[in-house]
């Protein structure tokens, strides 16, 4: 069976994994470190903090900007559980900004919208998550400048878009935000197996996220006690191993290559798949866009279900991205319904994820072109 996407694993990587193995460190030692500074380098901030996850990461992130019991927190309705999960994590309430059915990105008037309403009510949030959809960043300039006229934070949930760019800079610069998250899961850009990174430029964000990343020890020795640790915060074990630090650097070097290859899947079928059966929002733009998904919407929630099956038949199974967050149970029993958001309903109703990934061959790609098309 062929997925939407999947991991691309040369022998260099599992060369670069066994070298650990057969090292002193197999955790806290130095491939952590490196794969820190170099990701930091390539987006182009100040600090990184590797995790054991793109979960972890995020929930590091809401531990370290204060949020917790009382607190709001927004984000897409249209993403991977995780986004508004973090929130919970800690304790804060999650609401959802509906989606801009062109680019499937949070819709910056929505927010304002709902930014000047929660405003009169009193109940502003204290961050945002940000979700770069697909691996097509958000309208961040439009979102910083609410941002300062309403004091809230901005987290970007940058898990679809490592490798994309915003006018001119990496996505995970964070010009527009103050922290940005990275997964390292097998779909992603690139993969540490399982693994995460908070960027920021903000040192005392930083300094945060590696403490609670870490039990909140530190090592505190005094001549009279060399071996003194203390323990000053509520923690956890979210490190990333060596091993996987391992994988993810030699990776890295490959990224640019990689979001080449997706880009130009992503140029077949935006030339070949046949515009009057399918919609697909990023006609537009290829430059910038990191295409960890390839989606598109049918013209009915019929043909999606009769096209799934087709390419099922074929080998290929599509997937769908995603299940509106507030349509899960957990969300239900918090009080969201079916039509609080209608966009993203509109979307999910009759949208599909095409195979897309370094290793998609052509020949596989034209077996899902063809049978779109027919
Ligand atoms: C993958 C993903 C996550 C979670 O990352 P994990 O590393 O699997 O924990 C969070 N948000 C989005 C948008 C994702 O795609």
Not at 346 to 357: A, G, K, N, V, W
Request: proline share 3%; aromatic share 10%.
């Amino acid at each position: 069976m062929i997925g939407y996407g999947k991991q691309s694993i040369g022998s260099d990587d599992i060369d670069a994994v066994a070298e650990v193995l057969s090292s002193e460190f197999l955790t806290q030692g130095p491939k952590v470190g490196e794969f820190e500074e170099t990701l930091a380098e390539y987006v182009g901030v100040k600090y990184a903090v590797a995790s054991n996850s793109g979960t972890s990461a995020l929930h590091l992130a809401c531990l370290a900007l204060g949020i917790g019991k009382g607190d709001r927190v927004w984000t897409s309705p249209l993403s991977f559980v995780a986004s508004a999960n973090c929130a919970r994590m800690v304790g804060a309430d999650v609401d959802f900004v509906d989606i801009d059915f062109s680019t499937r990105n949070m819709c910056m008037e929505k927010l304002a919208l709902k930014l000047e309403m929660a405003k009169s009510k009193g109940n502003l949030p204290k961050a945002v998550v940000v979700v770069h959809f697909a691996g097509l960043s958000a309208d961040m300039q439009k979102l910083k400048s609410l941002s300062i006229r309403y004091d809230f934070f901005v987290i970007e949930d940058a898990c679809h878009a490592l490798g994309a760019s915003y006018q001119g800079s990496m996505v995970g610069s964070c010009e527009y935000s103050d922290c940005a998250i990275f997964s390292f899961h097998p779909v992603k850009s690139i993969t540490s197996a399982e693994g995460g990174m908070l960027v920021t430029n903000n040192q005392s964000i930083a300094k945060k996220v590696r403490q609670f990343a870490s039990h909140a020890i530190e090592r505190k020795a005094t001549p009279e006690e060399p071996w003194l640790y203390q323990q000053t915060d509520l923690g956890f074990n979210y490190r990333l191993s060596d091993i996987h630090a391992a994988l993810g650097v030699n990776q890295l070097g490959k990224l640019k290559g990689f979001i080449k290859q997706r880009q130009r899947i992503a140029s077949r079928y935006i030339e070949e798949l046949n515009r009057d059966k399918v919609y697909f929002a990023t006609s537009e733009q290829i430059e910038g866009h990191a295409f960890h998904l390839f989606v598109i919407n049918f013209s009915s929630t019929e043909q999606r279900l009769d096209t799934y099956h087709k390419l099922v038949a074929q080998g290929i199974q599509p997937q769908v991205h995603y299940i509106p967050i507030h349509y899960q149970p957990y969300y239900r029993d918090l009080g969201f319904t079916p039509g609080d958001y209608p966009e993203v309903e509109r979307y999910y109703q009759t949208t599909l994820s095409l195979p897309i990934f370094t290793e998609l061959t052509e020949d596989v790609q034209s077996r899902v072109i063809s049978i779109i098309n027919a």
